[in-house]
T-cell receptor, first 111, second 115 residues
Framework: LAKTTQPISMDSYEGQEVNITCSHNNIATNDYITWYQQFPSQGPRFIIQGYKTKVTNEVASLFIPADRKSSTLSLPRVSLSDTAVYYCLVGDLSRGGKLIFGQGTELSVKP | EAGVAQSPRYKIIEKRQSVAFWCNPISGHATLYWYQQILGQGPKLLIQFQNNGVVDDSQLPKDRFSAERLKGVDSTLKIQPAKLEDSAVYLC?????????????FGPGTRLTVT
């Protein structure tokens, strides 16, 4: 299973763009890259998923270079409510696989 | 669509006692996962079911933890006897399998405190 490495913590201010980069050097051909968000006392929540290039939804963008050994989650104009832990995972659920969580990145957004 | 349901939400027990957690996944989701999340850490996968069969239980402490998913729907996770280090949040998640499966849906978790 591919292991992921991401910064333990990041600080930002309201209105700024936040980019969290994740390293996954041994990602498998069939693996997708998925990001989850977790607030205190809640279960993780899906944010975005991609396989290659760029994916954008109403919440975030995900940038994946051609070699797929890393990915960057971009949160545009963060607010205080974006303060949470963000997890980067790789895997293929469509084949009955599993997702292994690392320690995640604790994002703190300040006013 | 109803989400993943878990109960109880909180449980306090003394060490050496037993405890059981219940999970009802999203209807139609073949895959069910139990995770243990210790404060300050990411969720750790304990066991994965596909329908009523175990796919992966390599990280389940089998001397004290057990889990079952009868009829491929609801699941229970049991700890007997509990230790202090079992204090954690126990998360249940479910997902589809096959083409189009891309997301795990998590329940709110059960916070266990062992004293």
């Amino acid at each position: 299973l591919a292991k992921t490495t991401q910064p333990i913590s990041m600080d930002s201010y309201e209105g700024q763009e936040v980019n969290i980069t994740c390293s996954h050097n041994n990602i498998a051909t069939n693996d997708y890259i998925t990001w989850y968000q977790q607030f205190p006392s809640q279960g993780p929540r899906f944010i975005i998923q991609g396989y290659k290039t760029k994916v954008t939804n109403e919440v975030a963008s995900l940038f994946i270079p051609a070699d797929r050994k890393s990915s960057t989650l971009s949160l545009p104009r963060v607010s205080l409510s974006d303060t949470a832990v963000y997890y980067c995972l790789v895997g293929d659920l469509s084949r009955g696989g599993k997702l292994i969580f690392g320690q995640g990145t604790e994002l703190s957004v300040k006013p | 669509e109803a989400g993943v349901a878990q109960s109880p939400r909180y449980k306090i027990i003394e060490k050496r006692q037993s405890v059981a957690f219940w999970c009802n996944p999203i209807s139609g989701h073949a895959t069910l996962y139990w995770y243990q999340q210790i404060l300050g850490q990411g969720p750790k996968l304990l066991i994965q079911f596909q329908n009523n069969g175990v796919v992966d239980d390599s990280q389940l402490p089998k001397d004290r933890f057990s889990a079952e998913r009868l009829k491929g729907v609801d699941s229970t996770l049991k700890i007997q006897p509990a230790k202090l280090e079992d204090s954690a949040v126990y998360l249940c998640a479910s997902s589809l399998v096959g083409q189009g499966a891309y997301e795990q849906y998590f329940g709110p978790g059960t916070r266990l405190t062992v004293t």
